[in-house]
């Protein structure tokens, strides 16, 4: 094969096909375990994605919504507004800013998020038990190098730094509480399907 | 950190908001293209899923369409009816095992599913161009072991068979054709965003 023929047809569809059978698997997955979650709180995933980008960005407009929540404008826009109805977040202008509308979460919205991270469980994530043997086997959990850039070539590098912010904030907020608690292998073993 | 210890709260935290960052985002590009591609055949993805599950399984239970189409039992029951009566597919017994109602593939179900896959162009696939990269760089495709293990954890050995099922099924049906087609460098250069 030259250089000029990078791949067969035959190649391209069972590769495609493998990687769409994949996502699906790994997203109903993460979808019906993000359900059962908040379900006790009022939220639907879309909401509660938004909180938390609100959060983490410490305002955002509603397009930063629609590309780190991955919805469409149209989505972030009626659930933001759901929300603001609700009274968990308002739609203000930055000081440096007069054009975007920023959304910030109110105490209620704050308070909110901070009761659904209160009950955040990880053995209860399927795709997080499932990971746990990797962990085990390696002494760390997979960093998907592969799928990173992937990912990198479809939302561009802006999209990227959600990682980075996600991590710093949670750390912050770890780091505030008087010790993070460590999570025995018995538990984990106990909710292994 | 001891062998019981096998993760902090905060570990488990940032490795599960990124998996699921990462699964939306690949999904929803799959599930935007998946869309895309089919929308002129008046199917949607459920209804595309089921046909070529059908097709690979040469035969699939309802219970095998919605473990291999990842959805529930009975949105697979539900979309198998209407492609029923719109005389894509019938439902039937098998020799071997008269207690199952399976699937089987009409002539005109035959032909649909054929159709589309003649419009199949992996360079309108996000995460297909996304890959091309990695196979310029690496020389294949990227193969996914950690994905494929936590996959395997979660639904199960039997899920996994789909992947080879589908391999087997695509190379036999390209052999059958004159000659697979190898796309040049530059067709999938002026596809990429």
Redesign the interface.
């Known amino acids: 094969?030259n250089?000029?023929?990078?791949?067969?047809?035959?190649?391209?569809?069972?590769?495609?096909?493998?990687?769409?059978?994949?996502?699906?698997?790994?997203?109903?997955?993460?979808e019906k375990d993000?359900q059962n979650w908040i379900k006790d709180y009022g939220l639907n995933i879309n909401e509660h994605h938004i909180l938390w980008i609100a959060h983490h960005l410490e305002g955002a407009s509603i397009s930063d919504i629609a590309k780190f929540g991955?919805?469409h404008v149209s989505t972030a826009f009626n659930f933001s507004k759901k929300l603001e109805e609700q009274g968990y977040l308002t739609f203000s202008k930055k000081e440096d800013d007069k054009r975007n509308t920023y959304i910030c979460l109110t105490p209620k919205g704050e308070e909110l998020l901070l009761q659904t991270?209160n009950t955040?469980d990880?053995s209860k994530?399927?795709?997080?038990?499932?990971?746990?043997?990797?962990?085990?086997l390696f002494g760390r959990?997979?960093e998907?190098p592969?799928?990173?850039?992937?990912?990198r070539?479809?939302?561009g590098d802006d999209?990227m730094s959600?990682?980075n912010k996600?991590?710093e904030k949670?750390?912050a907020s770890?780091d505030d509480q008087p010790a993070?608690?460590?999570?025995?292998?018995?538990e984990?073993a106990s909710s292994h399907?």
Chains 1, 2 share one sequence.
């Open positions: 094969m250089k000029d023929q990078l791949y067969s047809f035959q190649e391209a569809m069972i590769y495609s096909h493998k990687l769409s059978q994949i996502s699906k698997a790994l997203w109903k997955s993460v993000w991955v919805m991270l955040y990880p994530f399927g795709v997080f038990s499932a990971s746990m043997p990797i962990k085990e959990f997979p998907f592969e799928l990173m850039s992937i990912i070539n479809l939302y999209f959600i990682f996600l991590e949670i750390e770890l993070s608690p460590v999570i025995a292998a018995e984990i399907s």
